[in-house]
């Protein structure tokens, strides 16, 4: 079956950077999207077609997306986007979604 | 207001049945692709089912032949019929509607419902 592969933990001190990867063999025909979900919550999008950001998500949210690896890009990251984040994508058939694997991000 | 509601989790024995509700407002299900996705205790999220509007349905391998999801037009209502379960069922099962941006993707969820499966 089709996977989706993620760093599991990612940490980082407020203001720094962090940068997470997924990795699948049908990225560089499918986009990757990714959500964030924090404790408790349900997922919320915030990085839609590999690289673009919904109305209402933060500018330092940012994605990209090179063959078979999607990258989210938290610029300058804050206290309060200590979340687990996940992409998510289809497989070549299209008829399953995934999730990757999931990675939590720490931010202190 | 735009949301959905699922009911009907609960504590079940291994081998037994449960069928699972989202309740929706807003907009139409049958007019849009819905799925359910869950999520066991400290593990990531898995997608589970979809139904399109034309009524097609896809499973993962993890559940297939096991669980069934339909909808109740009159109702405004998903399902998802759970038979056979397993401990490894055990999650917070999500009902979430399917949006287009490029490809398909979820674009509104619910609350989620808890599923446990233990004797």
């Known amino acids: 079956s089709y996977e989706l592969t993620q760093p599991p933990s990612v940490s980082v001190s407020p203001g720094q950077t962090a940068r997470i990867t997924c990795s699948g063999d049908a990225l560089p025909k499918k986009y990757a999207y990714w959500y964030q979900q924090k404790s408790g919550q349900a997922p919320v999008l915030v990085i839609y077609?590999?690289?673009k950001r919904p109305s209402g998500i933060p500018e330092r949210f940012s994605g990209s997306s090179s063959g078979t690896m999607a990258t989210l890009t938290i610029s300058g990251a804050q206290v309060e986007d200590e979340a687990d984040y996940y992409c998510?994508?289809?497989?070549?058939?299209?008829?399953?979604?995934?999730f990757g694997t999931g990675t939590k991000v720490t931010v202190l | 207001e735009v949301q959905l509601v699922e009911s009907g989790g609960g504590l079940v024995q291994p081998g037994g049945s449960l069928r699972l509700s989202c309740a929706a407002s807003g907009f139409t299900v049958s007019s849009n692709y819905m799925s359910w996705v869950r999520q066991a205790p400290g593990k990531g999220l898995e997608w589970v089912s979809v139904i399109y509007s034309g009524g097609t349905t896809y499973y993962a391998d993890s559940v297939k032949g096991r669980f069934t999801i339909s909808r109740d037009n009159s109702k405004n209502t998903l399902y998802l019929e759970m038979n056979r379960l397993r401990p490894e069922d055990t999650a917070v099962y999500y009902c979430?509607?399917?949006?287009?941006?490029?490809?398909?993707?979820?674009?509104?969820w619910g609350r989620g419902t808890l599923v446990t499966v233990s004797s």
């Open positions: 998510y994508s289809t497989d070549s058939s299209v008829t399953h979604s995934v």
């Open positions: 979430a509607r399917e949006g287009f941006l490029g490809d398909w993707y979820l674009d509104l």
């Open positions: 077609e590999d690289g």
